[in-house]
């Protein structure tokens, strides 16, 4: 009688200690520092708007081995979360056995089992919740790897296009530095310069040679790169022979942080932890309570085996397990994943401050980034007006040859430099694409022709 007036109370104490989880509110109601007017495209290498480069980015989702090794690890959790399930029901076994002494049955068996433990205060229900929030942790790290995949693939591409431009840069350097040596040459020949101006033109040259080895191998590491992502062997790699970088895509508008970010896959993710954490530390609580457990059996015994399904006999038990005295074990545990719950909730709101300044990181060298571009393009412009300034001198004997060297090597470099200059402001805007990206694009294959979606609304 007492046993059965303590259920009650331990029914009450039980709904009382439950696992309060508290996320402090992160709001940021300052939007980033720059903003655009452009809507974000989910499939953000299509504001490049490159065929190539967009089918390269279709095959690696389609065919990257690292992203279909995340995707198998996803499957794998997914198939936890039916397991997980299978406790809300009965288990049944069916049991056999015979023994026999010299070819005669002595003695047969047949029967059912099963066990079922009822879930009174929620665990079971809890450690299902915890599998399903660890699937949705993977899924937030399968978006990630997507993110990444087509990150490289576009930076691979971009790299490969400003290689192949530079190649064509240095061919005509090439050919106008042979063509200034072959007046340099005419000029020796009527006495008008030493013979160190065309050693120096030569010089000159074969600089320029230099930077052109320098150029095939930095081709094929690119290649070798791009051809990684996509899962495919070089020898398999067909890329178009693009000699201009796109255009920079229109910076695209991006609102209040809160509402852009929070569904970037590593925010996701922290916020799926936390939640598998509340309910693994749900699972603790309901430790520490009575389990009930009702067990049946239905089974038939004869010493021969064509009279053993006529007489049967079964059996209903159910059993009470009540933990009374662990050394404390289950209330450390209990209080073990208390402080391992916190700890992740403080992680979570580092993952966005993290974020956020990332994004405005980006943005500061984007602004850095294009200012030295279009310092360079003037200054190229500059550089080409004393060029020919100093070419007219030179040939009119005006000025010596020491000038016209400084003022050939101040354009050459300056070709390169810009060349280079505009493709950091590319992989600057790659990185930019990546940090506001959730990286589900599955979205963009079920929906090609609705591209520009908010992508703060997407889950």
């Not at 996509?230 to 178009?240: A, C, K, R, S, Y």
């Not at 939640?275 to 089974?299: C, D, F, G, K």
């Amino acid at each position: 009688m007492k046993f059965i007036l303590l259920l009650p109370t331990l029914f009450l104490s039980a709904c009382t200690q439950t696992s309060d989880l508290t996320i402090d509110n992160i709001e940021h109601t300052n939007p980033f520092i720059k903003q655009g007017d452009s809507k974000l495209d989910i499939s953000w290498w299509h504001s490049f708007n490159n065929d190539e480069l967009s089918q390269f980015v279709s095959r690696g989702l389609k065919d990257n081995l690292s992203l279909k090794a995340q995707d198998l690890r996803l499957k794998n959790s997914a198939i936890n979360a039916n397991i997980a399930e299978a406790d809300f029901y009965p288990s049944l076994n069916v049991n056999s056995s015979a023994s026999s002494r010299f070819g005669d049955i002595e003695n047969a068996s047949f029967g059912l089992s099963s066990s079922w433990e009822l879930d009174l205060w929620g665990g079971i229900a809890s450690a299902e919740n915890k599998v399903i929030w660890e699937y949705k942790a993977q899924e937030a790290l399968y978006r990630a790897r997507a993110n990444l995949v087509a990150g490289n693939i576009t930076n691979a591409w971009l790299s490969l296009v400003t290689e192949q431009q530079k190649k064509i840069v240095l061919a005509s350097q090439f050919q106008r530095t042979q063509d200034a040596l072959t007046i340099i040459h005419r000029r020796f020949s009527m006495g008008k310069n030493s013979v160190t101006n065309i050693w120096q033109q030569q010089n000159l040259l074969k600089s320029i040679e230099v930077q052109q080895e320098k150029n095939i191998a930095v081709l094929y590491i690119n290649q070798q790169v791009l051809a990684l992502w996509l899962g495919i062997t070089t020898d398999n790699l067909t890329t178009i022979d693009l000699t201009v970088l796109p255009a920079l895509p229109e910076l695209p508008a991006m609102g209040i942080p809160m509402d852009m970010l929070k569904y970037r896959p590593d925010i996701e993710q922290a916020f799926a932890k936390i939640q598998a954490a509340n309910e693994h530390l749900a699972v603790a609580i309901t430790n520490q309570y009575p389990r009930l457990t009702l067990r049946a059996n239905y089974s038939t015994s004869k010493t021969s085996v064509k009279d053993l399904l006529d007489d049967w006999s079964g059996n209903l038990i159910a059993s009470l397990t009540l933990p009374i005295f662990d050394a404390g074990v289950k209330k450390s545990i209990v209080e073990q994943r208390k402080l391992s719950l916190r700890a992740l909730v403080l992680d979570y709101q580092q993952v966005w401050l993290e974020a956020i300044a990332k994004v405005n990181q980006v943005l500061v060298n984007e602004t850095q980034l294009s200012k030295v571009a279009k310092n360079l393009v003037s200054q190229l412009d500059l550089a080409q007006r004393t060029e020919k300034l100093t070419t007219i001198k030179y040939l009119n004997g005006k000025t010596n040859y020491l000038n016209l060297l400084k003022a050939q090597e101040s354009i050459l470099l300056l070709e390169r430099q810009i060349i280079d200059a505009n493709k950091k402001v590319m992989l600057n805007r790659v990185l930019l694409y990546r940090e506001l990206s959730h990286g589900d694009f599955s979205i963009e294959i079920r929906s090609k022709d609705n591209k520009n979606i908010d992508i703060g609304k997407q889950s």
